[in-house]
């Protein structure tokens, strides 16, 4: 190290205003309802690769970090749009060429027959490249009961890329926390590229109530006093039953709501107001099936 080195100093106040990282988080604290303990880890990890980026420019080069995640949580918690957001981050920090997120699951890289599975994964590494790569329900990838499975090419593969290319390719496996457990007990060589592990909670009623407001304010509707208490009611109905998705489950319930409410406003016809376009009434909530006892959704 030079005596220049040394003593160099830089700014970390505009460093970090020069890569933007605080606008891409600022975006996930406005479009995402919740998940604090996720939005305290994403920042701490963009610190992490700031402080590394600064480091080289001071000469305390070292490895370079490993970036590989895993994200753990159930259907509808957001797993996806952080994983948008991280390759953002990366981007702006230099750790990968372009910003862009491939999301792939077992289809896209395993196949039917044999010397079928090398080419698709090969393809799907490929468009990956300089970016990040999104594999939902990862433990998919793997079927032990099944000797003649083809899933387990495709992971040597994955891992063989992870290791000899990880300054060309950051990769997020996602799903189930207990799922997941178990595909790392039974690829341990998976686990051991992975530094960062990022456990997606399930959203309270009250986080799910915001969410629903800003999925309908963004479509240009809005909910009354006795449309709020209605929905509310179906939420906690709703998480008991099962297939619940968090966000997910709300976004299909706003999209029948405004079946029904367009079904109402046409049944009675007439002049309609454009307040009465806007607003969702309790009854376009409360003729759902999760309000009679044991019905689905």
């Known amino acids: 190290?030079?005596?220049?080195?040394?003593?160099?100093?830089?700014?970390?106040?505009?460093?970090?205003?020069?890569?933007?990282?605080?606008?891409?988080?600022?975006?996930?604290?406005?479009?995402?309802?919740?998940?604090?303990?996720?939005?305290?880890?994403?920042?701490?990890?963009?610190?992490?690769?700031?402080?590394?980026?600064?480091?080289?420019?001071?000469?305390?080069?070292?490895?370079?970090?490993?970036?590989?995640?895993?994200?753990?949580?159930?259907?509808?918690?957001?797993?996806?749009?952080?994983?948008?957001?991280?390759?953002?981050?990366?981007?702006?920090?230099?750790?990968?060429?372009?910003p862009h997120l491939l999301v792939a699951g077992r289809g896209d890289l395993v196949g039917q027959y044999v010397g079928h599975t090398a080419p698709k994964t090969k393809e799907v590494l490929q468009k990956a490249a300089g970016g990040v790569l999104f594999l939902d329900e990862a433990y998919y990838l793997y079927r032990a009961e099944n000797e003649r499975d083809y899933g387990q090419e495709a992971i040597e593969m994955l891992l063989q890329f992870m290791e000899n290319q990880r300054d060309n390719l950051v990769v997020i496996l996602a799903g189930y926390k207990e799922r997941m457990d178990a595909f790392f007990h039974s690829n341990p060589g998976l686990h051991s590229r992975i530094a960062h592990h990022l456990d997606f909670p399930d959203y309270t009623v009250d986080e799910l109530m915001e969410i629903a407001k800003l999925m309908a304010r963004r479509q240009m509707y809005t909910f009354d006093e006795e449309s709020k208490a209605a929905f509310r009611e179906y939420l906690e109905l709703r998480i008991a039953q099962p297939h619940f998705a968090n966000a997910r489950s709300v976004r299909n319930a706003i999209d029948r709501m405004k079946l029904r409410q367009a079904s109402r406003l046409v049944r009675r016809g007439g002049l309609v107001s454009r307040e009465e376009l806007l607003r969702f009434d309790a009854a376009d909530i409360r003729q759902s099936r999760v309000f009679q006892a044991g019905a689905k959704p």
């Open 1 to 98: 190290m030079t005596s220049g080195q040394q003593s160099a100093a830089v700014d970390l106040d505009a460093v970090l205003r020069e890569s933007k990282v605080e606008e891409v988080l600022g975006e996930l604290d406005r479009e995402l309802i919740g998940l604090a303990p996720v939005k305290l880890r994403l920042r701490q990890i963009a610190a992490l690769l700031l402080v590394e980026r600064l480091r080289e420019r001071v000469g305390l080069t070292a490895a370079p970090p490993s970036l590989h995640m895993c994200f753990t949580g159930r259907p509808g918690t957001g797993k996806t749009s952080v994983a948008l957001r991280m390759a953002e981050i990366l981007h702006r920090l230099g750790y990968v060429r372009r």
